[in-house]
């Protein structure tokens, strides 16, 4: 039986770190486990320009512990109305990539899309300066049920999407079914998709285990056991057009237990113990190297990182709650004994 397991030290290719003192009370975690991280722009308001994405990298770096060498690197949130010579200004600032959230979609998404259509001449100055396009793939029609959203988007939206811009890199964004595992898996090399730890994990059985689970609720929720098990088979296929994105996205404890809680599974403090217990429950440890840390800089067009991680086989006991600014954060699967342990 393995008892260690050394990575190429990783990144975490879709992030949520908020900003203020939610920002600073997470992202000594993410730093922690990862080098890099692409941090999503769903800021109340948005991160719509370069120039807050500018600000907010700099908000990321002075809220870094003392010492710590990890790296944000900023997107963009899409709107109606990107202007296309911002696309100009993004890349000269470094940012790396425009997100994706069609309106009403999710947390913060109000200011999201309405029309794709509406956002092709920005999506060709995109393509143009190689710009990636991360995307929250679900329709938000009234009439398209919840666990149906990412396939209909998929067979809707990707195919014209596709057709009109070539070579867009686009990055499926959290994939969560079968549907989305084929699209990705027979598309062209300019697409590629990240999964969350928990989609890997778990079923929907989860949110309803002996009473409603808030801390298990994310979107796109969690699907049927036929679609994790599609998941399970793509992360450790070997294929480059899978990687590590955590999605880790952080609530209050009081705003998840609540009549209306929000989306989102926070887990920054074990992404990678939770990676490695999905990956050896089908024996493909030996696949986790490449999924963590290779073919995400290799889509991305970035070096991989120098250096490696090591985790141990070694239980421990992830905490109930960490603080959250002024409030309480709940990790997904706090208070249980996981059993491998990063140590360096
Ligand atoms: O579960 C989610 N939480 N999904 C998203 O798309 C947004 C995220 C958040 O910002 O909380
Ligand atoms: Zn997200």
């Known amino acids: 039986m393995t008892d260690t ?11 949520h770190l908020r900003d203020e003192a939610a920002l600073a009370s997470v992202l000594p975690h993410t730093a922690r486990q990862f080098a890099r991280a692409i941090v999503m722009p769903n800021l109340r308001p948005p991160v719509t320009t370069a120039a ?49 959230y069609p309106a009403g979609a999710t947390t913060n998404s109000d200011a999201g899309v309405t029309d794709l259509r509406k956002t092709y001449a920005t999506l060709e100055a995109m393509q143009r300066e190689g710009l990636l396009f991360l995307v929250h793939g679900e329709v938000t029609d009234a009439d398209v049920d919840l666990f149906d959203r990412e396939a209909v988007f998929v067979d809707r939206v990707m195919g014209p999407l596709r057709a009109a811009m070539p070579e867009l890199k ?89 009549s209306v809680c929000g989306a989102g599974c926070f887990t920054a403090l074990s992404a990678l113990e939770l990676y490695a217990e999905a990956f050896e429950a ?54 249980d004994t996981l059993n491998w342990k990063l140590i360096a």
């Open 170 to 258: 686009i990055v499926m964004e959290h994939l969560t079914t079968k549907e989305g595992v084929q699209y990705v898996a027979g598309g062209d090399r300019f697409t590629a998709a990240t999964i969350t730890p928990q989609h890997l994990l778990y079923n929907r059985n989860a949110l309803f285990t002996g009473g409603l689970r808030p801390h298990y609720y994310c979107l796109p929720v969690l699907k049927r056991e036929e679609h994790r098990q599609a998941l399970l088979q793509a992360a450790a296929s070997g294929s480059a057009k899978f990687f590590l994105g955590t999605d880790s996205a952080p609530h209050a404890s009081v705003m998840k237990e609540n």
């Open 5 to 15: 397991i050394t990575l190429t030290r990783p990144d975490d290719w879709h992030l």
């Open 52 to 100: 807050q994405a500018v600000a907010y990298r700099e908000r990321i770096l002075a809220a870094l512990p003392e010492g710590s060498d990890f790296q944000p690197l900023m997107t963009m949130y899409l709107t109606d109305n990107t202007p296309v010579d911002e696309i100009k200004r993004a890349k000269a600032a470094g940012v790396v990539a425009l997100k994706l």
């Open 282 to 335: 089908i024996g493909a440890l030996d696949k986790l190297d490449a999924f963590a840390g290779h073919h995400g800089p290799d889509f991305y067009g970035l070096p991989r990182n120098a250096g490696t991680v090591t985790l141990k086989r070694e239980p421990w006991t992830l905490p109930e709650a960490v603080p959250f600014g002024d409030a309480q954060l709940k990790p997904l699967r706090g208070g």
